[in-house]
């Protein structure tokens, strides 16, 4: 158990659906990173907060959103969703200095299947 | 920005056999560089870093890597191959965005360990 945790561990929904994906945080950690695992994408940076509030963005689309809470948990929207949203998402957090340094440590990943 | 490239997607050594798996990077400045592994149905974990001072660094399980800025190079390797280093690993460098620092990841090299 990394200490990152992420629910749920497999969603499968429709296409133009919305899902919302958890994640909560190593203790003590104040930074949450989201990527997203594909065969043909690999490790896509999504987006990243520190203490609640909102550090750099990547790859990320519009259709998605992400927001990280008082208690540094963090969730990803997904809306509209297509059959290219089907992925791994994964969440890391590391901290409490934000560091070049700093490890991430990953949650187990919540796999999403869009049919 | 920095990148970095992971050569070979696969790579199949036999038991007891060398395990060189290949990573470049681009940078500007002065990179912080990590290998995570990525077992099956799992989130990623810190195999070793790079930061600064002994450009060899060691890491979990036997794993060793060489930061070699003339070549621009941090290539994993490990002495003899076990069965149980079959995983996806991946080279990462840190990015720095906006005062925050992302880690962006290599596509991944499969290792392929044969009895």
């Known amino acids: 158990d990394s200490g990152v945790t992420q629910t749920p561990k497999h969603l499968i929904t429709a296409t133009g659906q919305r899902v919302t994906l958890r994640c909560s945080p190593r203790?003590?950690?104040?930074?949450v990173y989201w990527y997203q695992q594909s065969l043909d994408q690999g490790l896509q940076f999504l987006i990243h907060?520190?203490?609640?509030?909102?550090?750099a963005k990547g790859n990320i689309l519009e259709r998605f959103s992400a927001q990280q809470f008082p208690d540094l948990h963090s969730e990803l929207n997904l809306s509209s969703l297509e059959l290219g949203d089907s992925a791994l998402y994964f969440c890391?957090?590391?901290?409490?200095?934000?560091?070049?340094?700093?490890?991430?440590?990953f949650g187990a990943g919540s796999r999403l299947t869009v049919l | 920005a920095q990148s970095v490239t992971q050569l070979g997607s696969h790579v199949s050594v036999s038991e007891g056999a060398l395990v060189l798996l290949r990573c470049n990077y681009s940078?500007?400045?002065?990179?912080?560089l990590f290998w995570y592994v990525q077992y099956p149905n799992q989130g990623l974990q810190l195999l070793l870093k790079?930061?600064?001072?002994?450009?060899l660094v060691k890491g979990i399980n036997g794993f060793e890597a060489e930061f070699k800025k003339s070549e621009t190079s941090f290539h994993l390797t490990k002495p003899s191959a076990h069965m149980s280093d079959a995983a996806e690993y991946f080279c990462?460098?840190?990015?720095?965005?906006?005062?925050?620092?992302?880690?962006?990841f290599g596509r991944g090299t499969s290792l392929i360990v044969h009895p």
């Open positions: 890391a957090s590391s901290g409490p200095r934000r560091a070049g340094a700093n490890v991430l440590t």
């Open positions: 203790s003590g950690d104040l930074s």
């Open positions: 907060y520190y203490n609640g509030e909102e550090r």
């Open positions: 940078s500007s400045v002065p990179p912080y």
């Open positions: 790079y930061t600064t001072g002994a450009t």
């Open positions: 990462a460098v840190i990015t720095a965005s906006g005062g925050s620092y992302i880690p962006t």
